[in-house]
């Protein structure tokens, strides 16, 4: 479920007042996503999805993610621009909330990605990459390695073997991580979290790229790794799909060829990755009461890959 707040009709039509985007018509709840609350709406001057922000996000940052969507499309990425209101602000308040009127797209996100795209999803990345480099707002990555080390140490070990017996020696397994882990590589703005279910797709071709929350400055061939370790793998992290992964870094490639330094530290890259998602689920798992109405994704689909790619090392990307 992710519409965590009830929005009454006359407050939608005040709202959508606000917007040159003609006369509200109807708003459905979306169901999909976890973080934020998101509205279908439909006005007499098209679609849009309205998106009121919950929790996780500082709503100090809300402008440089609002500003970065804007940056991208104008650039011509697959990305919705934001909506801005007739006095020109991106961001407004309802009920103490934040909330953004943002571009509709077309699109499903594919169940189970083909070759063909995730070769397109590696060139959207690739070209999101290049256009960022001239935005110039700037945003630390405060989910890397030595942050996310810092979450599973903070869950205890206790918590952490109360969620799978495996999970403290992964927490082991992080500081070592972090101590290898390289800052060198080129950086730009980077996704962080492109997972299929934040990719729009028409057939083979990128409509969208949504969920932009986590952007920040960071290595480019990082964000191929989480891109890796989220699209070539089935849900649990058991099955491998080598065609989709050398689709994907090619795809990239095809846009924005990777320094040898890069391609080196993929695999590593790639353990940083999961370490990533292995933290942030098992922090979820720890907050989310069992009877609440949200999906408790599982830290160990993470943990199978992480050891999928400390095994296969080089050959995870060959
Ligand atoms: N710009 C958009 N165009 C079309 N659909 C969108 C757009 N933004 C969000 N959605 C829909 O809303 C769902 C939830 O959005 P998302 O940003 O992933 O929420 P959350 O941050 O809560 O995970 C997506 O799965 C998609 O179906
Ligand atoms: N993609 C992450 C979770 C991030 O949540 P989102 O709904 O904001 O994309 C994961 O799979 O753990």
New binding site residues.
Partial sequence: M?VYTHLGAEELARLIAEYDVGELVSAKG?A?????S?W?VETTGGRF?L?MYERRIDIAQLPFFLGLLDHLAAAGCAV?ATIHDRSGEALREVDGKAVAL??????V?PNEPTPAQARAVGAALARVHLAAKDFMPQRENDLAPKDTSRILDKCGMDALRSIDAALPEIAERAHRLVEQWPDDLPHSIIHSDLFP??V?MLGDEVS?M??F?FAAHDMMAYDLAVTHAAWCFDKTGELFDAAVGKALVEGYENIRPLEPSEREALPLLAEGACLRFVASRAEDWLDTPADAHVLRKDPMDFVRRWDFYRDQGAAAFA
């Fill in positions: 992710a979306i999909e996503g976890v973080s934020n998101n279908l999805i998106t919705p943002i571009e509709f797209l077309p699109g996100s279910d934040n729009l969208g949504i969920d929350y």
